[in-house]
């Protein structure tokens, strides 16, 4: 290469650099971008589709920040600069106003809700009043006085916005500094004062949430199986998860199918939860405080079955997906009837499930039975005995057991998915008699706030962890009893109650840990050194995203409940993470589990002291069996479906009028043709132009 083609690339090379620069610096001067955007996305089941998405290049709308329901019209009718981009404050977050922008949304570009760092004094829920109303027990068949919540309406405050579809972009927003530049970003440019006319240039907004899946969940399961390419592009995957679940005694997990010797009780808790937004879902009240009693229950328990192991196995199960139409429980009941499972229906002699148990009024909890099944004489006794059982339990504790008054359903709950198939004895405890005492049942406000889970000013986020809350206490009063009915439920001596106690210490780290911040010293120390991603300054999302990887909760119920309920083995690390004892074993990975966590940090020191947990603790799926047999239009199992997306973010900027726009591109076009006729005359005459004399030929030198 000569020296001029050289100098020519250099010159290139710089021209390019400072366009992209300048490109890049010309871009953040026009736009903020917003970092915290958290998006309504699409969902699809067997017969439609609900949630909310953009276009494919994001929906642009002129900001206004909506002050009260009355303040609409300007949005609907009157504006003059539409389509708009409205901005919510929380108390106008309802279903009057979405369904009013919902059906003016030719004039609606998309919605923004401003999520507050409290809690509202009203109650909100975006659920259904009846939850899962169509997948419980309770139906024509069965007994269709109690279908549809007829007898009970379990979530009166239910406003069934979460199964809304919205043809634009929904987004929440923290309340912060970012949040602030939004509104004085209105206030400067688009708030009209006094009656005056709106000056340009407006403050504007663009969203972006693009959802690839349409119609319903046969839809785009089918679009998935008719991408014919190299790498074929899917347009949706079924929510799902794992399930966890250990037993009190070692189960061979590879020997599938029914057990004439083994009986056991199911003590079940569902893991997720749901919200409006896809990546907010506390959960705390619907599905956090039943776990860890749970949880807290199986660690109580753990010395007592070791030493006087009861006559039938108590077997922990957490369902992931409960609130999509039980897909963690109605799978593990699939996977009983046809022996993929570790034990069959006819293993099962009880359950006790523990659904919501938060916020007891006058510490009472109510144990709430089935009246169909208990028609059946054994069945009643069963139940009966159970209820014996609890109230025995909760004898010297400051919490009290009670049956409702009046015969009911159940509630919703995982334990409907076994009565489903077949009459088997239950109970489920509840905090509430009859409708939810729950005001934000599957919300972004069930949080750690309206739990109670609150800590004196000034405390380190250690000293929070160590820091036993009155709800930390409360709940470990309920397990105690549940701990207690559990093994006497099993076969238990009753005279060893008394040593049966659930830790409040355990109990407040728990609550900590799955409603403050998941990254702290006690989780560090109880999982594998390739997990500490998962942990975050920030409690899980519990919503139960798709089939393809255990979820956050998953994972650290997972190893939670492994550390426990199991031991601790003096075996290599090597021995540990390859399932076996030592080098001759071969069997113990069929009944024990494995795992090599980081143990605790020395004082002085980053190394940490590592240690192998033998316990009983699985996975199982918990993906709806109607993938499996591809009966995308079923009634009986959970259909639901998550499209998939690009990306989803938003930036705000300003915009000018548009007649500022046209003559901009009018005059950018008469460039255009300007310069195209100066190049066609220039080409052309380009021999007359730049033509230079010709030396003659003989010249001579």
């Not at 009656?195 to 679009?223: E, K, N, W």
């Not at 119920?557 to 080098?583: F, K, M, P, Y």
């Amino acid at each position: 290469m000569d020296l001029l083609s050289k100098g020519w690339a250099v010159s290139l090379l710089l021209c390019w650099f400072f366009v992209v620069v300048s490109c890049n610096s010309v871009e953040k001067k026009i736009y903020v971008n917003l970092n915290y955007t958290v998006s309504c996305v699409r969902l699809l089941n067997a017969t439609h589709q609900i949630g909310c998405q953009s276009s494919l290049s994001g929906n642009v709308g002129v900001l206004h920040v909506l002050e009260s329901e009355e303040n609409l019209d300007w949005v609907l009718h009157s504006g003059p600069n539409p389509p708009y981009m409205v901005i919510l404050e929380s108390p106008l977050f309802t279903r009057s106003i979405m369904m009013k922008l919902k059906n003016g949304s030719s004039r609606v570009a998309g919605v923004a809700v401003v999520a507050p760092n409290t809690n509202p004094a009203a109650g909100f829920s975006p659920h259904t009043k009846c939850p899962n109303e169509n997948t419980g027990v309770y139906s024509v068949k069965y007994d269709p006085a109690m279908a549809h919540c007829n007898k009970t309406l379990w979530n009166p405050l239910g406003n069934g916005l979460s199964y809304e579809e919205f043809d634009f972009p929904i987004f929440s927003l923290k309340d912060d500094n970012e949040t602030q530049v939004i509104r004085q970003c209105y206030l400067d440019h688009n708030r009209a004062m006094n009656g005056s006319s709106l000056q340009y240039p407006l403050c504007a907004m663009q969203l972006y949430s693009h959802m690839s899946a349409v119609t319903d969940t046969a839809t785009c399961m089918r679009r998935n199986d008719i991408n014919f390419s190299i790498n074929p592009e899917i347009v949706c995957d079924a929510l799902g998860d794992y399930n966890v679940w250990a037993s009190t005694r070692p189960l061979n997990n590879t020997a599938k199918g029914h057990k004439m010797w083994e009986s056991v009780v199911i003590a079940a808790a569902r893991l997720d939860s749901r919200s409006f937004f896809f990546d907010i879902a506390p959960g705390a009240e619907s599905g956090v405080s039943g776990f860890v009693t749970l949880l807290a229950a199986a660690h109580a328990l753990r010395n007592a079955t070791q030493e006087a192991q009861p006559n039938r196995t108590i077997l922990y199960t957490f369902f992931q997906g409960e609130t999509f139409d039980y897909i963690g429980s109605s799978r593990m009941v699939y996977d009983m009837e046809n022996k993929q499972f570790a034990l069959d229906l006819d293993n099962v002699h009880s359950v006790l499930e523990i659904g919501q148990v938060g916020l007891r009024a006058d510490s009472r909890l109510w144990l709430h039975s089935d009246p169909v099944s208990r028609r059946n004489n054994s069945v009643n006794e069963e139940v009966k005995g159970l209820i014996a059982k609890l109230h025995s339990a909760a004898t010297g504790l400051s919490v009290s057991v009670q049956e409702p008054s009046f015969s009911q359903p159940l509630p919703p709950s995982s334990f409907q998915r076994f009565l489903r198939a077949r009459p088997i004895p239950g109970i489920v405890i509840e905090d509430h008699q009859s409708a939810f005492t729950n005001r934000f049942y599957e919300s972004m406000y069930d949080n750690a706030e309206y739990l109670n889970v609150s800590y004196p000013p000034n405390l380190s986020p250690e000293e929070q962890l160590e820091f036993v809350t009155d709800t930390a206490k409360a709940l470990t009063e309920v397990a105690t009893v549940v701990a207690r009915a559990l093994y006497t439920q099993a076969g238990g001596e009753e005279p060893q109650l008394s040593s049966i106690k659930a830790d409040p210490q355990i109990v407040t780290q728990m609550l900590y840990s799955f409603l403050v911040q998941s990254n702290n010293s006690w989780f560090q120390q109880l999982i594998p050194s390739d997990l500490k991603s998962h942990l975050t300054n920030r409690p899980p999302n519990y919503y139960v995203g798709v089939a393809q990887q255990s979820s956050e909760p998953t994972l650290l119920v997972q190893h939670l409940l492994a550390n426990l309920t199991g031991r601790t083995v003096n075996i290599t690390q090597e021995n540990c993470q390859n399932q076996r004892e030592d080098e001759n074993d071969k069997e113990s990975k069929h009944m024990y589990s494995y795992m090599w966590v980081q143990g605790v940090a020395p004082p002085n020191g980053t190394e940490r002291e590592g240690y192998c947990i033998r316990s009983t603790v699985r996975l199982s799926k918990a993906l709806s069996p109607a993938f499996d047999l591809r009966q995308y239009t079923s009634d009986d199992y959970s259909t639901w479906t998550e499209s998939r997306w690009k990306s989803i973010k938003g930036r705000i900027f300003l915009v000018a009028s548009h007649e500022l726009e046209m003559l901009t591109l009018g005059v950018g076009v008469g460039v255009l043709l300007t310069s195209l006729l100066l190049t066609y005359i220039i080409s052309s005459k380009a021999d007359i132009l730049f033509s230079s004399g010709r030396e003659p030929t003989n010249a001579t030198y």
